[in-house]
């Protein structure tokens, strides 16, 4: 079976990270505190899958900038590839059904929400520790 390749983006504002709370009715990772994030489609770069999900689930413009990590996950048979974005046009809000909230959270916030991935917390940490 291949894996499943996902995009996921960083966008940050000031201190704080951009999550959202997957819908309690998606499959993978229901309820979950999560980076935005999507499959990316065939044909399609990773730059491009984040520039249409972005789009498509938080009605933003996007610049992908850095690739922060590639990780696979092997209880979601899916590879991660994360992405740093700069925020180009608009203000996030919910578009579509994957997210049922979005919100900004410092890394200190982020490590205390429930549920999240232990996988996404060392990025935000990584992340956190760059800007001492």
């Given amino acids: 079976m291949s894996r499943i390749q996902v995009v996921a ?7 704080s990270f951009l999550l959202g ?18 499959k990316i489609d065939a044909g ?6 984040l520039v249409r999900e972005a789009h498509e689930e938080i009605a933003v ?7 922060l990590a590639r990780i696979d996950c092997d ?5 991660l590839h994360w992405w740093l974005v700069d925020l180009i046009k608009g ?13 900004w959270f410092t890394f200190a916030e982020i490590a205390r ?3 999240v991935f232990p996988e996404d917390v060392a990025i935000y940490r990584s992340l956190t520790e760059d800007q001492h």
Wanted: proline share 8%.
């Fill in 61 to 67: 413009q996007i610049r992908p900038t850095r690739k």
């Fill in 44 to 49: 399609e770069s990773e730059e491009q899958a």
């Fill in 113 to 115: 929400l429930k549920p």
């Fill in 91 to 103: 203000d996030p809000v919910i578009n579509n059904e994957e997210n049922s909230e979005i919100a």
């Fill in 9 to 15: 983006m960083t966008i940050q504002r000031e201190r």
């Fill in 21 to 38: 709370r997957r819908s309690l009715a998606k499959a993978v990772a229901p309820g979950y505190w999560c980076p935005i994030s999507g």
């Fill in 75 to 79: 209880l979601r048979q899916c590879t």
